[in-house]
């Protein structure tokens, strides 16, 4: 099992990386069709995965679990992107980022109703609080970057995000990391190519902007790379509902990213919604990090 101070620096790149993925996923559709830019960081990933896998040497097995395995992982990649990179029409990179702060929540619904796992009272309030401030979100108005849609399909992307975590824990191949983050890539390769002949005419007659190319090797070298090798190892060695909290720190970061770097604004109700959205997220984990400081002392 890896560290304690290996996992924490994991943890913390694995933060990072996501703060500033959804900037770069909306700076890589500027020049492409969305669905075009996710297609083209899968076909592009997956070459890279498969060369890291040979140079290290790592066993790849093909075994009934590790399918499954592959499987469930790429619900977190293709499963949730395609849904990602469909909101960017219609939300801010910050707001898209908030919205995966919002997995915890979802996970521990999956939990409870899916896999039969108890949720305490102080749980259920903080739900109840992230719900209010998602609410207010919605109702801000249909500003440019604000729109219902955007977040009706974040909230299906954050369901396929955190099913996967308890798929791929409930299926437990004991797959090497890099097998694991392959073989999703590979699914979720596979079953983006079925998009192809929807999406044909869309399909880029121009070389992208240096920024759109710069965000689309990104995507791919960090969000498709580094982040699903991130993800799988933590996977294997955390609580669902631990690794979720990754997605709490994220937002706010991502949203001064987003107002510094894409000159992103956002109204005083939408700061609001997202505080309060923060705040129910805090109450949900309020037991763990209490637990986690007693641990400590």
């Known amino acids: 099992m890896p560290s304690r101070i290996n996992l924490m620096l994991t943890y913390g790149l694995l933060v990072f990386i996501w703060a500033t993925t959804p900037l770069a996923i909306v700076w890589s559709v500027s020049d492409l069709h969305p669905m075009w830019a996710l297609l083209i960081r899968f076909f592009i990933a997956l070459p890279l995965a498969v060369t890291v896998l040979l140079l290290l040497k790592v066993k ?26 469909a909101a960017t029409a219609y939300l801010s990179s910050g707001l898209i980022a908030l919205m995966f702060g919002l997995a915890p929540i979802m996970a521990g619904l999956i939990g409870r109703f899916g896999f039969q796992q108890k949720l305490a009272g ?33 909230l299906i992307s954050v369901f396929s995000y955190s099913l996967s975590i308890f798929l791929v824990k409930k299926i437990n191949a004991d797959l090497p990391v890099m097998a694991q983050a392959t073989g999703s890539i590979l699914v979720s390769t596979l079953l983006a190519t079925l998009l192809i002949p929807w999406i044909w005419q869309y399909a880029p007659t121009h070389f992208p902007s240096a920024k759109s190319l710069f965000a689309l ?15 799988f190892k933590l996977v294997q060695n955390l609580q669902a509902t631990t690794l979720s909290l990754t997605t709490v720190m994220t937002p706010m970061l991502a949203i001064l990213i987003g107002a510094y770097l894409n000159h992103e604004q956002i109204s005083a109700q939408v700061f609001v919604g997202a ?18 400081r007693r641990l400590k002392s």
């Not at 102080?122 to 440019?144: D, E, F, H, K, P």
């Not at 090797?217 to 993800?231: P, R």
């Open 122 to 154: 102080l749980q259920w309030l903080g739900m109840a609080t992230s719900i209010i401030g998602l609410a207010m979100i919605c109702l801000s108005g249909s500003q440019q970057h604000v729109q219902p849609i955007g977040i009706i399909l974040m």
């Open 60 to 85: 790849f097995p093909t075994h009934k679990i590790a399918l499954l395995s592959y499987a469930a992982g790429s619900l977190s990649l293709i499963g949730s992107q395609i849904f990602t990179y």
């Open 217 to 231: 090797t990104y995507t791919i070298v960090m969000a498709s790379l580094i982040a699903m090798f991130c993800y």
């Open 275 to 292: 505080s309060i959205i923060l705040f129910g997220l805090v109450l949900y984990f309020f037991r763990d990090l209490r637990a986690y």
